[in-house]
């Protein structure tokens, strides 16, 4: 059943809230000793906040959006009364004493929190490999990364755990792990989300965003999350409508002009490229029509990325000093943590930072243009969402391996647009994901075309 039909279904009393989450639970109990999605559970709180739900119905007092519906959220998103560790041991005992705007908004539309999931340290990754808990499995391709740095997140809906969850994506961490785990994933426009109550990676280039298994569930926590915040000076005033954008679906791709950019697919594994292909022909003959491009920097993308999230993050750790939160950082967090805070020191010093920070700065307003130039004339840019695919966990990967899964989605962050990624196909058994990055403001449009793409076949 598509998740908008269960919501409805939970509002008609034909499924209770409380069936619904007893179901997942016992889901959860069976996999996560191995999945290791989530990483805590408030059981009697969900239950407790179900029961609640159904007795409103009963009563036939009106209900909120996501009422019923369990949520998962990153745990690098405060929600009151929960650890909030970013998968850090610098944080580890580290309780939010708040609720991000987010999960505000979730309650107030009577989500159930469930609880929070497993993420890379501090969302600085590709794999969720380098959490202080341990990895996440990939619930799709067993054995492999689920992705990252939202993994548990991706992994959660992968493995039908809960409804809905939340990930953050600062160069592609919603998106590369939708697609390593065969699930549908959303990065808003900048701004479009409010980042109140998120632990940054790197402020200027993040959103929190929704994992699900269709459109009809991206676009349902989208209403309820999306919209201005006054206590978030980066959001974004206009908010567009997502309610019942995903009706009329067999209609979303009729004249449509689809970008397909050589480079994007240069960079590919052949055997992704193949999947992508061929989901682009199915497309045009749902009334789409191709517009081929050519996009000139993308050496540019990963060394400009890599450059201002580490001084940006750097900058975002000063407060992780062993006063007010936690450990010191530097003395207890993994590798890679470490590299990005040292660089990033580095680089932010006077002498260097116009060497390499001020040069990224001027090299982020290069990507901009180009690829916003490239969207003036289409709908949608598609693409591989990753080029290559998920390695088997444990695997040792250098860095500039690691940070080579993200060359096709830091672009949609540097530039501010939004993106999604949802599956496309498989090779071998492993899922490949497909990448469609709009306008600024065309959220909507490309939701639309999620849920168009989902028509085929
Ligand atoms: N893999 C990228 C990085 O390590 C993206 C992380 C993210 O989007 N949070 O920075």
Do not use: W
């Amino acid at each position: 059943m598509n998740l908008l039909d269960k919501s409805e279904s939970i509002k008609n009393h034909e499924i209770t809230a409380l069936n619904n989450l007893e179901s997942f639970l016992k889901i959860i109990k069976k996999k996560n000793p191995h999945i290791n999605a989530f990483l805590e559970i408030k059981e009697e709180e969900a239950v407790n906040k179900a029961q609640e739900i159904d007795s409103k119905i009963k009563k036939g007092e009106k209900v909120g959006k996501l009422a019923g519906l369990t949520v998962g959220i990153k745990s690098n998103i405060n929600i009151e009364d929960f650890i909030i560790s970013a998968a850090s041991k610098t944080l580890e005992n580290y309780i939010g004493s708040y609720n991000a705007t987010v999960i505000d908004r979730i309650k107030n539309e009577d989500g159930l929190i469930l609880g929070t999931t497993n993420m890379d340290e501090f969302a600085a990754g590709s794999s969720t490999e380098t959490s202080y808990f341990g990895p996440t499995d990939n619930p799709a391709a067993p054995g492999r990364i689920p992705g990252g740095s939202s993994g548990g997140s991706a992994a959660a809906i992968a493995a039908e755990m809960c409804d809905l969850s939340l990930g953050s994506d600062t160069g592609g961490s919603i998106r590369n792990p939708a697609s390593h785990c065969g699930v549908m994933g959303f990065k808003s426009t900048y701004g479009l989300v409010s980042r109140q109550g998120l632990l940054d990676l790197a402020m200027s280039l993040e959103q929190i965003g929704p994992f699900a298994h269709d459109a009809g569930g991206i676009a349902l926590m989208l209403d309820s999350i999306a919209g201005y915040d006054p206590r978030e000076c980066t959001t974004i005033k206009e908010t567009p409508n997502f309610d019942g954008i995903t009706q009329k679906s067999q209609d979303a791709m009729k004249g449509m002009k689809l970008g397909v950019v050589k480079e994007f697919f240069d960079v590919s594994d052949e055997r992704i490229v193949n999947i992508i292909e061929d989901k682009i022909d199915k497309m045009t003959e749902m009334g789409a029509e191709v517009v081929e491009l050519s996009f000139k920097y993308l050496d540019l993308c990963i060394p400009t990325y890599y450059l201002i999230n580490y001084v940006e993050f750097f900058s975002a750790t000063r407060k992780y000093d062993g006063r007010k939160y936690g450990y010191r950082i530097e003395e207890v967090c993994g590798d890679e943590v470490l590299r990005r805070i040292h660089i990033g020191s580095y680089i932010s010093q006077k002498e260097y930072s116009g060497k390499y920070y001020k040069k990224a700065l001027q090299a982020r307003s290069l990507i901009r243009r180009e690829i916003t130039g490239l969207l003036d004339g289409v709908d949608a840019i598609i693409s591989p969402t990753v080029p290559k695919l998920p390695h088997k966990l444990g695997e040792a990967l250098d860095p500039m391996d690691m940070y080579a899964y993200d060359v096709l989605t830091v672009i949609a962050n540097l530039a501010g647009i939004p993106a999604g990624s949802m599956k496309a196909g498989e090779v071998n058994g492993i899922p490949v994901g497909i990448q469609i990055q709009g306008k600024p403001l065309d959220d909507v449009k490309i939701i639309r075309m999620m849920a168009g793409i989902d028509e085929i076949e």
